[in-house]
T-cell receptor
Framework: TQLLEQSPQFLSIQEGENLTVYCNSS?????LQWYRQEPGEGPVLLVTVVTGGEVKKLKRLTFQFGDARKDSSLHITAAQPGDTGLYLC?????????????FGKGTKLSVKP | ETGVTQTPRHLVMGMTNKKSLKCEQH?????MYWYKQSAKKPLELMFVYSLEERVENNSVPSRFSPECPNSSHLFLHLHTLQPEDSALYLC?????????????FGPGTRLTVT
């Protein structure tokens, strides 16, 4: 069974701080997606990384896919209260059943003003 | 309406009730999904429909019964649920079935079984 472990589970920081959250697995994924979910809403896709070693930037957010395509990280620079939410990573089956994503449990981020 | 909508947003039901969750997507997508989101657990895929045909049923108890009458609508029929079925039920859609296609989620139905 493929599993994605996300760490930390909870993170509470002050506005302006930097942070990194991690998504790790012993399995290889063909691609990995990051979502943000705000309270009372569904997850919203932030980015998809496909190539081992790939780095993608989305304003203050930097996403990296590990060289072996087993792990990923999300770094936020100068966090703002609007970044508060549940960050989920989801890996695409590699050679498994068609079209399904494996989700981690998420990192719940709270950014205090 | 745009994107993926779900109704109702909140539902409280007794264990002997029968209710249905509705999902509608306005994106012209061919694949639709039901997920269950419980506290302290990863999102669990329940059902996948591609071009109105069920392509995935992840060992979901028969008290959950999906229906996809057309490519824009997806239902989840509920009957004789258990308290442990209380969760956020999310619907999603994608252009086609396959992990290279982005999934767009609805806001979810918060279900409480009493």
């Amino acid at each position: 069974t493929q599993l994605l472990e996300q760490s930390p589970q909870f993170l509470s920081i002050q506005e302006g701080e930097n942070l990194t959250v991690y998504c790790n697995s012993s399995s290889v994924f063909s691609s990995l997606q990051w979502y943000r979910q705000e309270p009372g809403e569904g997850p919203v896709l932030l980015v998809t990384v496909v190539t081992g070693g790939e780095v993608k930037k989305l304003k203050r957010l930097t996403f990296q896919f590990g060289d072996a395509r087993k792990d990923s990280s999300l770094h936020i620079t100068a966090a703002q209260p609007g970044d508060t939410g549940l960050y989920l990573c989801a890996g695409a089956d590699y050679g498994g059943s068609q079209g399904n994503l494996i989700f981690g449990k998420g990192t719940k981020l709270s950014v205090k003003p | 309406e745009t994107g993926v909508t779900q109704t109702p947003r909140h539902l409280v039901m007794g264990m002997t009730n029968k209710k249905s969750l509705k999902c509608e997507q306005h994106l012209g997508h061919n694949a639709m999904y039901w997920y269950k989101q419980s506290a302290k657990k990863p999102l669990e895929l329940m059902f996948v429909y591609s071009l109105e045909e069920r392509v995935e049923n992840n060992s979901v108890p028969s008290r959950f019964s999906p229906e996809c009458p057309n490519s824009s609508h997806l239902f989840l029929h509920l009957h004789t649920l258990q308290p442990e079925d209380s969760a956020l039920y999310l619907c999603a859609s994608s252009q086609d079935w396959g992990t290279s296609y982005e999934q767009y989620f609805g806001p979810g139905t918060r279900l409480t079984v009493t």
